[in-house]
């Protein structure tokens, strides 16, 4: 480690003084002009990460759902996982290290973490289209470099491309090739496969108009459709040629006001779905005949899923070990339907992928979806041998389902949630099934439901327990809840600290959209009061 060079090339990337930020359910996110600091040691923290591990490590520069002004990083461990819980700690105490402290807490957390500093270590970076994000991208890279670092920047990528690439690279291309190419070929091949074994009736060619948030969705689709166009044609909306990054639009919006996005034109019962900002969620949608929305979000994709490899498993004759991992975000009737219909036992945890993506790891096959459309299907390598295995072994009917099964696990981003290859899954599912979206929305009925932002002075003044569903502070704030939710019917209450801005959640459901809306109401009021509410009382503003 070159102390004077690290100095010195800190002080190029100083931290505003007294900033403090916290790397949250993502990663860091904050205004852009306060990033770039952090960015640096950022850099300095994955090439720690990469000795220690002996593994790639991945950089993503990105804000996600965050409004355009914002920015952020993420780490990604060796398996194209989130970066591990202890690791983030550390991130946080880089982080905020004043600027004479930074060379102590790096030398502390090699010590601590038993770093052999003369081992190599490779990084990879990435970053979405943000105007920012070139730059803070260029900060990480001095941060890799002044530690002696080897790196590869992938330059523009949606972050589950980024995860790919770390997996890829951590073993040996076994998951696949570690471009760009690789990843198209590598969906697109399972796509094209799957699409095979569809027996058309009548349905001919299909398509799907695809509102990109303007942002990096949209760049990558146009370099990857023509691999898939003769199986699904689609056509991009708010591809960042005029719109500004989820604004208005993207699936952050049009989940959160239950809306569609502008910039779409939307005719009756066409199939439309919207990305985020970085490409890792997608939730489908359409308008009905009388000008309805009807929204079909991750919760209702780990419905269709679950019931499609259920029976694909009950064909090849397969008892393999199936969980569903939701967070308390999860539509009560989604829970209901995946117990009682589908009959798959279902997980609750903390919000994060993260947090679904380890419990999911403990299954043959594990689904995990947030009802906000972030999610995908994780195979333990035992279940993927075995139905490798039955792919050949098995003839007819049987061999059929098996090999459909082997293409789903292709398909699918084994490192993290990923919108193109979750579209690609469900385009493949529905077809597979002959299901129109209708169809799919019809599994069962959402309970009406709300979330409202209350900015607080301080917002971890809120500490929940139980996957989140109840406070444990401030005093006397679950009493209260808990004594309003009991006034209406099917109803349920919640509120936590945003991980990725400064506001408290509060969510709601109930039998009908008046009691969601006054319950919301109701907690809202009381979040205000007893957390330190700021500002006016937060009002339903739809
Ligand atoms: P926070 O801000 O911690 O609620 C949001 C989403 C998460 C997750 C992260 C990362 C909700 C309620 N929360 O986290 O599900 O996707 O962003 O992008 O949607
Ligand atoms: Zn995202």
């Known amino acids: 480690m070159d102390s004077n060079a690290i100095i010195k090339c800190s002080a190029l990337h100083v931290k505003p003084k007294g900033l403090t930020l916290q790397y949250g359910t993502a990663g860091f996110r904050s205004k852009a002009e306060h990033l770039d600091h952090v960015m640096f040691r950022m850099g300095l923290l994955a090439v720690l990460r990469s000795k220690q591990t002996k593994s790639t490590i991945g950089v993503m520069v990105t804000a996600s759902h965050n409004p355009e002004e914002d920015n952020g990083v993420k780490l990604i461990d060796p398996l194209g996982e989130m970066l591990a819980l202890s690791w983030e700690e550390h991130a946080t105490h880089l982080a905020n290290a004043e600027e004479q402290d930074v060379l102590r807490v790096l030398t502390d957390i090699s010590e601590r973490e038993a770093v052999n500093l003369h081992h190599d270590s490779f990084v990879v970076i990435g970053r979405d289209t943000r105007p920012s994000s070139k730059k803070l991208s260029e900060a990480v890279i001095d941060g890799v470099t002044v530690l002696g670092g080897q790196f590869h920047d992938y330059g523009l990528l949606t972050t589950p491309q980024l995860h790919y690439m770390v997996c890829c690279r951590n073993t040996n291309g076994q998951y696949g090739e570690a471009t760009l190419e690789g990843y198209y070929q590598k969906l697109s091949k399972a796509f094209v496969e799957l699409s095979k074994q569809v027996s058309y009736n009548g349905d001919g060619h299909r398509s799907l108009k695809v509102d990109c948030a303007n942002g990096i969705g ?325």
């Not at 990305?275 to 009807?294: N, P, S, W």
């Not at 599912?429 to 959402?446: N, S």
């Not at 809840?481 to 109803?491: A, E, T, W």
């Not at 039998?511 to 319950?519: H, M, P």
């Open 218 to 542: 949209a760049l990558k689709l146009k370099e990857m459709e023509h691999y898939f166009s003769k199986e699904l044609s689609i056509k991009l909306f708010n591809d960042g040629t005029k719109g500004k990054l989820n604004y208005l639009c993207g699936a952050d919006f049009v989940k959160s006001c239950q809306e569609p996005p502008q910039g779409m034109d939307i005719k009756s019962n066409e199939r439309c779905c919207s990305f985020d900002g970085d490409a890792d969620r997608i939730l489908y949608y359409y308008c009905d005949t009388d000008g309805h929305f009807h929204l079909i979000d991750g919760d209702k994709m780990a419905a269709l899923i679950s019931s499609f490899l259920k029976e694909l498993l009950l064909e090849i004759g397969e008892n393999l070990n199936i969980g569903v991992v939701q967070t308390a975000y999860a539509n009560g009737n989604s829970t209901r339907y995946l117990e009682e219909v589908v009959k798959v036992p279902v997980y609750c945890t903390k919000t994060g992928v993260k947090h679904l993506h380890h419990k999911a790891q403990e299954f043959d096959i594990g689904i995990y979806f947030e009802a906000n459309g972030h999610g995908t299907v994780l195979f333990s390598k035992p279940a993927e041998t075995k139905i490798r295995q039955l792919s050949k072994e098995l003839r007819g009917k049987k061999r059929n389902a098996a090999e459909i099964l082997e293409n789903i696990i292709d398909l699918f981003n084994q490192a993290a949630g990923d919108a193109i290859s979750d579209m690609l899954v469900i385009e493949a599912v529905l077809a597979l099934k002959g299901l129109t979206l209708q169809q799919w929305d019809a599994l069962y009925t959402d309970l009406p439901n709300r979330q409202l932002k209350v900015k607080v002075a301080d917002r971890y003044v809120i500490s929940t327990t139980n996957a989140e569903r109840q406070a444990i502070t401030p005093p006397g704030l679950q009493e209260a809840i808990d004594g309003l939710v009991k006034k209406y019917r099917l109803s349920r209450a919640f509120v936590r600290p945003s991980g990725t801005e400064d506001v408290v959640r509060v969510y709601a459901e109930a039998d009908s959209q008046e009691s969601v809306d006054s319950l919301l109401h109701e907690v809202s009021s009381v979040v205000f009061q007893l957390a330190g509410g700021i500002g006016e009382i937060p009002q339903l503003s739809f």
